[in-house]
T-cell receptor, first 116, second 110 residues
Framework: DAGVTQSPTHLIKTRGQQVTLRCSPK?????VSWYQQALGQGPQFIFQ???????QRGNFPDRFSGHQFPNYSSELNVNALLLGDSALYLC???????????????FGNGTRLTVT | DAKTTQPNSMESNEEEPVHLPCNHS???????IHWYRQLPSQGPEYVIH???SNVNNRMASLAIAEDRKSSTLILHRATLRDAAVYYC???????????FGDGTTLTVKP
């Protein structure tokens, strides 16, 4: 049973460039959330996708955008990169449950983005 | 979003029980209490979750206070592999986002 997979594992970009990160959810999951984790801090919620739509968004600027495909995989795009965007970007999948709360999050091992 | 408060760090000896506390005084009635742990160079790993009753699984036990304003993750016999950052978060029925704090760094001494 494949868990959450993210690609690439590491990436180096220059300030002002654009980047696309990819995520395949755990088999059977339909919801994907993206998190940014700075060194020594907990993950910060960026946004969540379900049924190919952004459902929830954290406190991140419009430079951060995403997409979910019919097969539930997802992309995170960041435009006009800043040095402060350097972080570990985590993808988490879950199952949207209509009642009784949300299912647990299953995380990938992340993409380490370095902006120089 | 309801926030959680955890101690920055805790230490334990190998093969002894560990009790990791979490305060969530603003929890709402529909919020589930989730625990995750993160090993170095890995993404967070789901440990356990519950709503009102205490929960047990192969990894740990979760004790939830009667007023639900606090909870405790219990590792019954800590091993060196349990050394990690442990996060307590709340996940509600009407909110997809989950707020992580900085967690508790657990050090296990041999």
């Amino acid at each position: 049973d494949a868990g959450v997979t993210q690609s690439p594992t590491h990436l180096i970009k220059t300030r002002g460039q654009q980047v696309t990160l990819r995520c395949s959810p755990k088999s059977g999951h339909d919801t994907v959330s993206w998190y940014q984790q700075a060194l020594g801090q907990g993950p910060q919620f960026i946004f969540q996708y379900y049924e190919e739509e952004e459902r929830q968004r954290g406190n991140f600027p419009d430079r951060f955008s995403g997409h979910q495909f019919p097969n539930y995989s997802s992309e995170l795009n960041v435009n006009a990169l800043l040095l402060g965007d350097s972080a570990l970007y985590l993808c988490a999948s879950s199952l949207m449950v209509d009642s009784g709360g949300y299912s647990p999050l299953h995380f990938g091992n992340g993409t380490r983005l370095t902006v120089t | 979003d309801a926030k959680t408060t955890q101690p920055n760090s805790m230490e334990s000896n190998e093969e002894e029980p560990v009790h990791l506390p979490c305060n969530h005084s603003t929890i709402s009635g529909t919020d589930y209490i989730h625990w995750y742990r993160q090993l170095p160079s890995q993404g967070p790993e789901y440990v356990i979750h519950g709503l009102t009753s205490n929960v047990n699984n192969r990894m740990a036990s979760l004790a939830i206070a009667e007023d639900r304003k606090s909870s405790t993750l219990i590792l019954h016999r800590a091993t060196l592999r349990d050394a990690a950052v442990y996060y307590c978060i709340l996940r509600g029925t009407n909110a997809g986002k989950s707020t992580f704090g900085d967690g508790t760094t657990l050090t296990v001494k041999p």
